[in-house]
């Protein structure tokens, strides 16, 4: 089972940005969890991250043919105007999908409370730390353990 995780702006500035709302653990820290989870499963993950709306869509689209079982994403700031990334998301109905968000997106900025990529997505996990992407994986484990 392949599981990809996609990350997008400014997700690699992760202990560096705004360490009150996303911790202080760096891109490279959450790499080794997610990695590290994999095993645990007995699970490939494969991590990619772009500040680039385009990159992030072309990756979603590869992975139609590459053997993906299931997306996580956190689409970062794409996540509340990005119809172009719902498209590419919404044109799977074969993988689970889990939407990530370290922060609690509901409780912040009035823009952050409205995802436009959640619908294309089986679930939303939100407000969990970096321990969000972990649980996403085992989302999409128990799904298509199940299946």
């Known amino acids: ?13 992760l202990g560096i940005r705004d ?16 990695y590290d989870k994999a095993r645990e499963l007995g699970v490939e993950a494969e991590c990619y991250q772009s500040n680039h ?4 869509i072309d990756r979603i689209q590869l992975a139609y043919s590459d053997g993906t079982d299931g997306i996580v994403i956190n689409p970062g ?7 172009a990334l719902y498209d590419a998301l919404g044109s799977y109905d074969t993988i689970p999908m889990v939407e990530v968000h370290i922060s609690d997106i509901n409780s912040r900025d009035e823009f952050r409370k409205v995802s436009v990529t959640a ?10 730390g970096l321990a969000g992407y972990l649980e996403a994986m085992d989302f999409i484990f128990e ?3 199940n299946t």
């Open 1 to 13: 089972m392949k599981i990809l995780i996609i990350n997008g702006p400014n997700l690699n500035f």
């Open 19 to 34: 360490k009150a709302v996303y911790g202080s653990e760096d891109y490279e820290h959450l790499k080794e969890l997610i």
């Open 53 to 56: 709306e385009g990159d992030l």
């Open 77 to 83: 700031a794409l996540t509340h105007y990005s119809y």
């Open 119 to 128: 619908p294309a997505c089986d679930k939303q996990i939100v407000g969990h």
């Open 143 to 145: 799904k298509k353990s």
